[in-house]
């Protein structure tokens, strides 16, 4: 059997040579370290601090199976069956999306939207793992969040990763975006839809070729989840309701043009860290408001 030491290295070796997509891997050293982990239970400071100790057999075989689902390119989040998501460890499945850091802007841009401590109706739509409802509900205990999903199996995730956090204000509901919603009843509405074009090559690459494609592309341009969305919100938001989208980095024209169409005012697109228009957001007007626009 390998020595701790040894394992390490060949596994990072055996990364290497499998051409990993650099976009959804990290360094090869690192995942062998975390797949070792996974495999024995050690810690890193362990793997560190005793690199000559030999594995068991038991121990060698467990890294070579998930070391065999990683060369072969399935994502690391759903080997390990978890992901980290604005600080919190939240559980990720084959039926779910993984959670990615571009999205912690959607989360940024909800918890300035309204004010922490007043008690407000949001949604989540398209919850998959319940990443955004969760991270909502962990920083505003005064919001009610609907985490609403179409899929039975991504819903389970995220009531499972609800009550992990031991989070009573995300409410779960199975159903088709806004469908399920009650009229005029909400403060604030996000969603990390589908907005992938259908066809795009990015699809048969790296974890995309893994994860849900429903959950992925919309339509011929990618906009098809989001006109519904717009159209479905108009009827779901409060008057003075808030709604904000992520999208493609080059969508935000089409996007922004799409919600002044359906009637939403203050709609501004927002950048993510590597400065690409990411979310677009919007205003569902007062009343008085839509009375006395001039256009």
């Known amino acids: 059997m390998p020595t701790i030491a040894e394992a390490i290295r060949n596994a990072a070796r055996r990364l290497i040579a499998a051409g990993l997509d650099p976009e959804s891997a990290a360094s090869p050293r690192a995942e062998a370290e975390l797949l ?116 039975a199996a991504a819903l389970a995730v995220a009531a499972g990763n609800a009550r992990g956090l031991g989070l009573a204000n995300v409410l779960p509901i199975l159903g088709d975006w806004l469908a399920p919603v009650a009229s005029g ?19 048969r690459r790296g974890d995309l070729r893994f994860e849900p494609a429903g959950a992925l592309a919309a339509g011929a341009d990618g906009l098809d989840a989001i ?31 799409l919600l002044d169409r359906a009637g939403y005012y203050v709609v501004a697109s927002h950048l993510d860290l590597a400065g690409h228009p990411r979310v677009t957001s919007a205003l569902w007007p007062e009343a008085a408001m839509a009375a006395t626009n001039p256009d």
């Not at 509405?189 to 795009?200: H, S």
């Open 36 to 151: 070792l982990c996974e495999a024995t239970g050690l810690s890193r400071t362990t793997l560190f601090s005793w690199p000559e100790q030999i594995l068991t057999t038991a121990q060698a075989q467990r890294f070579e199976a998930l070391l065999n689902r990683r060369a072969a390119g399935e994502p690391f989040a759903y080997i390990l069956g978890r992901r980290e998501f604005w600080g919190l460890n939240l559980m990720v499945t084959p039926a779910t999306l993984i959670p990615r850091p571009d999205t912690e802007l959607l989360v940024e841009w909800a918890l300035e939207a309204l004010p922490a401590n007043r008690p407000s109706l949001c949604a989540d739509l398209g919850a998959g793992s319940g990443a955004i409802a969760c991270a909502l509900a962990h920083e505003r205990p005064a919001w009610n969040i609907l985490a609403v999903e179409r899929s």
């Open 185 to 203: 009843r909400l403060d604030l509405i996000v969603a990390n839809p589908p907005y992938v074009r259908a066809g795009d090559h990015h699809l």
């Open 227 to 257: 006109r519904i969305i717009a159209d479905q919100a108009r009827r779901c938001l409060r008057p003075g309701g808030r709604l904000a989208l992520e999208h493609g980095w080059d969508q935000d024209a089409s996007v922004r043009a």
